[in-house]
């Protein structure tokens, strides 16, 4: 069971609309996209996205709606956000594969994660582990 999530506010939906057209993200039936804030919510909704809202206790909703400063209090507890929404899935016993709403995808990456063997979590490294791109197990 693995289901693949990407993230997205209202300061992103451009982007997010131009990852899910390249990428396809249409072809995945496992595919959902996480709103964190109300109006993003209700756009993609709309236009009938697969969509779920996420509404933050750490956060108010015109905080969400805003892009946050890289490594600001508000982008790290938009951050704490995605690692908790993560959490939920995985105690569902679902395996996640995560990517932030301005990735593309360009072939399917589960193929590849799925042959390597021995791991319980896959990411992409910045200068630390980046929540970019992940593949975490139950």
Do not use: H
């Amino acid at each position: 069971n693995t289901v693949m999530v990407s993230f997205t506010d209202s300061s992103y939906l451009e982007s997010f609309y131009a990852s899910y057209n390249i990428s396809r993200l249409d072809r995945f039936s496992n595919f959902i996209i996480v709103a964190v804030d109300l109006k993003a919510y209700e756009v993609l909704k709309a236009k009938n996205y697969p969509v779920a809202y996420y509404q933050s206790t750490d956060l108010s909703n015109e905080k969400t709606e805003k892009e946050s400063l890289y490594e600001s209090k508000d982008w790290k507890a938009k951050m704490a956000n995605k690692i908790k929404i993560i959490r939920q899935a995985v105690v569902l016993n679902y395996n996640v594969l995560l990517f932030d709403s301005d990735v593309f995808l360009f072939q399917d990456p589960l193929p590849s994660i799925l042959s390597l063997d021995d791991y319980d979590l896959i990411a992409q490294q910045d200068t630390s582990v980046c929540a970019g791109f992940m593949y975490t197990l139950p």
